[in-house]
């Protein structure tokens, strides 16, 4: 008998030692959250292990889906991964399993009014943000609106239509209890929260002098029970309270577009902008002497049309849409992305108002990304850009590191920089995805073939890594 009952509570002890490892296991993926634009605020770094170095549609794949078209990103919250897509009048917002790749619903909206954007840009460029409850979802033809897990609405928000020659693309977040939106443009540039559960407006912030960009907010907690909203724009570093929207702190900087996110660093901010010390463009008296025909002090659409290169951005410079530029405007567009630029650490301590220039710890103005995001991941800042082009930097004193390039995977870079488990992931638009050892001296282990181009910055979740091509949703995992 007291072999048996012996028996019996090694058995119990077993199964109970089981259920412990079973429960601490999936506990990492019922938790699994790649939420918002770039992971946990924004920071393009995952914690969990196991990420396969080679990946492609015949090697590593777990499963692919066929998906509509959009740039947004892919997001991941437990078993369920979002995205954002159009197809004609439609807005379209899907839900996929993240085991299987099967869709668990798909929503779609009209578009309440058309949204002019460069042809770069596409109605579903903004990556949605979710939470336990549901997904929110930004369409710069419509607003923000809201979906719990099982597809239905739970809210829509009106904004829009924007000013904004090349089209809206900044992504909303979900902090505090509150979803956040920073929607510059020409002209009435504001940031706006609305509370999570009922899409009631809490504040809007208007950004006077902040012109159009495309970046994402990240949440900075200098101090315990201090909560800023970080917002990077096209001329300056802003900090507003979470809670009000009541503005903090500012820091003048330049850029020639707002893009990605900013990072934190301890007690330290990191941002990263493409900039320039001289104009961009030539003087406006030298234009009309070489095109103005009809001699009329202005450049028409025409006339603007036959600048080479040029051609196609008329309306960035044409802010009224009167269909001639004009002196004061061309001199606003050649100043676009001159003054303080670059790979830039701050440190704003408890300061209000405009922040001194000794907030700056360093600053780096060579192999800036355009459009990429930079990382800091195991205490090395990384940045890439459009010819593979690879820049690791010192976070605490800005010092380089190494520079190299990824040479079988150079062209165009859209999507940022993301890492997890010692490997950084690099993807450009032909879809070649490079995989590196992360470290200050990093290293290239693998460059993937999608056979598809990406705009998307993939996710990660679990050993997972998600990976939207133009058409499809692949899941990638190391099989063992």
Same mark, same amino acid.
């Given at each position: 008998?007291?072999?048996?009952? !012996?028996?019996?509570?090694?058995?119990?002890?077993?199964?109970?030692?089981?259920?412990?490892?079973?429960?601490?296991?999936?506990? +990492?993926?019922?938790?699994?959250?790649?939420?918002?634009?770039?992971?946990?605020?924004?920071?393009?770094?995952?914690?969990?292990?196991?990420?396969?170095?080679?990946?492609?549609?015949?090697?590593?794949?777990?499963?692919?889906?066929?998906?509509?078209?959009? #740039?947004?990103?892919?997001?991941?919250?437990?078993?369920?991964?979002?995205?954002? $897509?159009?197809?004609?009048?439609?807005?379209?917002?899907?839900?996929?399993?993240?085991?299987?790749?099967?869709?668990?619903?798909?929503?779609?909206?009209?578009?309440? @009014?058309? #949204?002019?954007?460069?042809?770069?840009?596409?109605?579903?460029?903004?990556? %949605?943000?979710?939470? !336990? =409850?549901?997904?929110?979802?930004?369409? %710069?033809?419509?607003?923000?609106?809201?979906?719990?897990?099982?597809?239905?609405?739970?809210?829509?928000?009106?904004?829009? %239509?924007?000013?904004?020659?090349?089209?809206?693309?900044?992504? /909303?977040?979900?902090?505090?209890?509150?979803?956040?939106?920073?929607?510059?443009?020409?002209?009435?540039?504001?940031?706006?929260?609305?509370?999570?559960?009922?899409?009631?407006?809490?504040?809007?912030?208007?950004?006077?002098?902040? =012109?159009?960009?495309?970046?994402? %907010?990240?949440?900075?907690?200098?101090?315990?029970?201090?909560?800023?909203?970080?917002?990077?724009?096209?001329?300056?570093?802003?900090?507003?309270?979470? !809670?009000? +929207?009541?503005?903090?702190?500012?820091?003048?900087?330049?850029?020639?577009?707002?893009?990605? *996110?900013?990072?934190?660093? +301890?007690?330290?901010?990191?941002?990263?902008?493409s900039g320039s010390n001289q104009p961009g463009l030539p003087t406006f008296a030298s234009m009309l002497e070489k095109n103005d025909e009809d001699k009329d002090g202005r450049l028409s659409f025409q006339e603007f049309h036959n600048l080479p290169g040029l051609g196609e951005h008329f309306g960035w410079i044409d802010e009224n849409d009167d269909k001639v530029i004009i002196n004061a405007e061309w001199d606003k567009a050649r100043a676009y992305g001159q003054g303080e630029w670059g790979a830039i650490a701050v440190r704003p301590g408890n300061a209000r108002g405009q922040i001194a220039a000794s907030a700056v710890r360093?600053?780096?103005?060579?192999?800036?990304?355009?459009?990429? !995001? /930079?990382?800091?991941?195991?205490?090395?800042?990384?940045?890439?850009?459009?010819?593979?082009?690879?820049?690791?930097?010192?976070?605490?004193?800005?010092?380089?590191?190494? #520079?190299?390039? *990824?040479?079988?995977?150079? +062209?165009?870079?859209?999507?940022?920089?993301?890492?997890?488990?010692?490997?950084?992931?690099?993807?450009?638009?032909?879809?070649?995805?490079?995989?590196?050892?992360?470290? $200050?001296?990093?290293?290239?282990? $693998?460059?993937?073939?999608?056979?598809?181009?990406?705009?998307?910055?993939?996710?990660?979740?679990?050993?997972?890594?998600?990976?939207?091509?133009?058409?499809?949703?692949?899941?990638?995992?190391?099989? @063992?």
């Amino acid at each position: 008998m007291k072999k048996i009952s !012996a028996l019996m509570f090694t058995n119990r002890s077993f199964l109970f030692i089981s259920l412990c490892f079973w429960l601490l296991a999936t506990a +990492g993926r019922a938790n699994a959250q790649w939420a918002q634009f770039r992971g946990p605020n924004g920071s393009g770094v995952d914690s969990a292990t196991g990420y396969p170095v080679e990946f492609s549609p015949t090697k590593n794949m777990a499963w692919k889906a066929t998906i509509p078209y959009g #740039q947004s990103s892919p997001i991941v919250v437990g078993t369920r991964l979002y995205g954002t $897509a159009s197809e004609g009048e439609r807005l379209i917002t899907f839900c996929l399993d993240t085991r299987t790749g099967r869709e668990l619903w798909r929503r779609d909206v009209k578009r309440e @009014h058309v #949204q002019g954007a460069y042809k770069a840009n596409d109605p579903a460029s903004p990556t %949605p943000a979710a939470d !336990a =409850s549901g997904v929110v979802a930004f369409f %710069p033809e419509l607003g923000l609106i809201s979906y719990d897990n099982s597809g239905k609405e739970r809210w829509r928000y009106a904004l829009g %239509p924007f000013k904004n020659f090349y089209g809206m693309s900044g992504s /909303p977040i979900i902090a505090g209890g509150l979803v956040v939106l920073v929607c510059d443009q020409v002209s009435g540039s504001f940031v706006i929260a609305l509370d999570r559960a009922t899409g009631r407006l809490r504040w809007k912030t208007d950004r006077p002098g902040a =012109s159009i960009g495309w970046s994402t %907010p990240i949440i900075f907690r200098p101090e315990a029970n201090r909560t800023e909203l970080i917002v990077l724009g096209s001329s300056r570093l802003d900090a507003y309270d979470l !809670a009000s +929207g009541a503005s903090r702190w500012w820091l003048p900087l330049a850029s020639d577009g707002s893009m990605g *996110t900013p990072l934190v660093h +301890g007690d330290t901010l990191m941002v990263s902008t493409s900039g320039s010390n001289q104009p961009g463009l030539p003087t406006f008296a030298s234009m009309l002497e070489k095109n103005d025909e009809d001699k009329d002090g202005r450049l028409s659409f025409q006339e603007f049309h036959n600048l080479p290169g040029l051609g196609e951005h008329f309306g960035w410079i044409d802010e009224n849409d009167d269909k001639v530029i004009i002196n004061a405007e061309w001199d606003k567009a050649r100043a676009y992305g001159q003054g303080e630029w670059g790979a830039i650490a701050v440190r704003p301590g408890n300061a209000r108002g405009q922040i001194a220039a000794s907030a700056v710890r360093w600053r780096m103005q060579k192999n800036i990304p355009y459009i990429p !995001a /930079p990382l800091l991941y195991q205490n090395v800042y990384y940045m890439v850009k459009t010819g593979g082009i690879i820049t690791s930097l010192d976070p605490t004193t800005g010092s380089l590191l190494k #520079q190299g390039r *990824t040479p079988n995977a150079l +062209g165009e870079y859209f999507a940022s920089p993301i890492a997890a488990d010692g490997k950084v992931f690099l993807a450009n638009t032909e879809g070649k995805i490079t995989v590196l050892k992360a470290g $200050a001296e990093w290293e290239v282990l $693998a460059v993937n073939e999608m056979g598809d181009e990406i705009g998307a910055t993939p996710a990660l979740s679990n050993g997972q890594i998600y990976v939207r091509t133009r058409g499809t949703m692949y899941c990638f995992k190391a099989t @063992h």
